[in-house]
């Protein structure tokens, strides 16, 4: 099965045998294979994700789009962080009068769980249509009517035939997987059903074999999380090599994403956003694709470059650029070396990125002290090893959580390391420890390619250089946990579902 065939996206669970519960070591994590892993659990919990956010944070970007979160009020409060997001990148890309997407709830009752919802969600299509009049309307499918069992595939199916706009549907209802990353492969699975596949104008042709444009032209996968000073490094580098770029789904118009089934190559910035996509437009339009690597960092950068350029003979060109730009990165961080040489580093991310920026520390001469990732899958299976390598041996701590603050912070008061790096939403918690934080994830700053490694390499100085600010705030701050929990092991709730044996359950033996 794949994006095409599927009627309803799996969880990452199942596609991929995702987890979401390890805590020990990277070298622990190797001796494990994923099946076993797969059967562990939390016997507590605190935090968690639904996969509803990150596929509003991809589909709200969808520009002349009206979003329509079918459920109780509460799930469509998600679009309230994402629009901020979206506003400011409008912005960025000089797109000053751009309108906030709209975005509505049909705010289902207690009533409309008795009696059912699809009345209330056939009058929100046409209200929204005739309100509004946007190019198209995604619906969001979420947990109360898919419990109470509204037929919302009818619903749009009658609706595709009314109207004459695509109505794309997005079945995110967040009971159905654990792995927040799924709802990735449901904005993907909404958007080429809605634009690609849509029966009104037709499939756009297959590409010939071997057919190239005039000059290489890619898709780079982007990512609502990815900002345009990003952007502007993948295009400024591709570009250098002799490559064209077309960038999308996320703030693409419907035209530009089925121009997507006519390039040469598709190239993904992060292998835990895109592997569902790029496979598609290879099985359905014969496009390769590069996946394995991210461009941060320099060894990855050069892997990632040297990668795509081979798919067109552009190695040599490929090599200049690189040689040209590593030579003048080297001598503009070397100021910062020295304060940032012998440190130790804490990492808490999407997993893919936690443990490419783990790299980026190290060619910086951090030690990588402890990785927190957001769930575990193969794309990042050998990589924990590699950092263990790249410093002579050194193992470091891992925790694969679901966020999981209590877990973290009982971690980060053990390891103590000189340097926490993550999303902002992570920092907090180091912050309220005194430790020094850096955010990686804002879409102002640059972090891919060679302006990502200065800019992480500044900022990672400065910080380092005067951390009195977390240190003070740690002084007049408190965390919740009590003193009880710090002395318990921070993977204390790790269980290993016993399922042959009548799902007892026993500690996880990580280590
Ligand atoms: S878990 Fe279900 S009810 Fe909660 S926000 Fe997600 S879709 Fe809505």
Request: include cysteine; charge should be neutral; charged fraction near 25%.
């Amino acid at each position: 099965m794949g994006l095409l065939e599927d009627k309803v996206v799996p969880g990452r669970e199942n596609r991929l045998e995702a987890c979401i519960a390890y805590g020990g070591t990277a070298c622990g994590l190797k001796m494990q294979n994923r099946s076993c892993l797969k059967n562990q659990e939390r016997s507590f919990s605190q935090a968690g994700l639904c996969q509803l956010l990150p596929t509003m944070g991809m589909l709200l970007t969808l520009p002349e789009t009206a979003v329509i979160v079918h459920g109780a009020i509460g799930c469509a409060s998600n679009g309230v962080g994402a629009l901020i997001g979206i506003r400011l990148r409008n912005i960025q890309n000089g797109n000053l009068k751009a309108e906030d997407s709209n975005w509505v709830s049909t705010n289902l009752t207690e009533s409309d769980v008795v009696h059912g919802g699809e009345a209330k969600l056939e009058k929100a299509i046409v209200e929204v249509y005739e309100r509004y009049h946007p190019k198209s309307i995604v619906v969001f499918q979420t947990c109360t009517p898919s419990i109470i069992g509204d037929d919302v595939a009818g619903i749009i199916d009658r609706m595709r035939e009314r109207l004459d706009i695509p109505i794309l549907a997005a079945y995110c209802e967040g009971f159905k997987t654990k792995v927040w990353a799924t709802g990735y492969d449901v904005a993907f699975h909404a958007i080429v059903h809605g634009f690609i596949e849509s029966d009104r104008e037709g499939r756009p042709p297959r590409r010939e074999p071997g057919r190239q444009n005039p000059r290489p032209l890619v898709n780079v996968i982007n990512l609502a999380s990815v900002g345009k000073p990003d952007e502007d490094e993948i295009t400024r580098l591709l570009n250098a090599v002799g490559i064209d770029v077309n960038i999308g789904p996320n703030f693409a118009t419907r035209e530009a994403i089925r121009n997507m089934t006519q390039a040469d190559l598709t190239i993904s910035v992060c292998p835990t956003h895109d592997d569902y996509f790029v496979e598609y437009l290879s099985q359905e339009y014969g496009i390769p694709y590069v996946l394995k690597d991210m461009p941060i960092g320099l060894e990855n950068t050069r892997t990632w470059l040297l990668d795509i350029a081979g798919h067109f003979g552009l190695e040599t060109k490929a090599a200049e650029v690189i040689a040209a730009e590593e030579q003048k990165v080297l001598r503009a961080v070397a100021k910062y070396k020295p304060l940032l040489a012998g440190k130790s580093v804490f990492l808490s991310a999407g997993e893919f990125r936690a443990l490419v920026t783990g790299a980026l520390f190290q060619e910086l001469g951090l030690e990588v002290a402890g990785v927190r990732s957001y769930h575990h899958d193969h794309f990042g299976k050998d990589y924990y090893e590699k950092l263990v390598q790249n410093q002579r041996g050194k193992n470091f701590s891992v925790d694969i959580a679901n966020f999981q603050p209590f877990e973290l912070t009982n971690l980060l008061k053990r390891i103590k390391p000189d340097l926490f790096v993550g999303h902002v939403t992570d920092n907090v918690w180091a912050a309220k420890l005194g430790l020094p934080t850096l955010t990686i994830f804002r879409i102002f700053d640059n972090y891919i390619g060679y302006r990502g490694f200065y800019a992480v390499a500044k900022k990672a100085a400065r910080i380092l250089r005067n951390s009195s600010f977390n240190r003070n705030f740690a002084q007049h701050t408190q965390n919740p946990y009590k003193a009880a929990w710090y002395e318990q092991n921070p993977f204390a709730f790790i269980k290993i579902q016993q399922e042959a044996e009548g799902g007892q359950e026993r500690e996880a033996a990580n280590e």
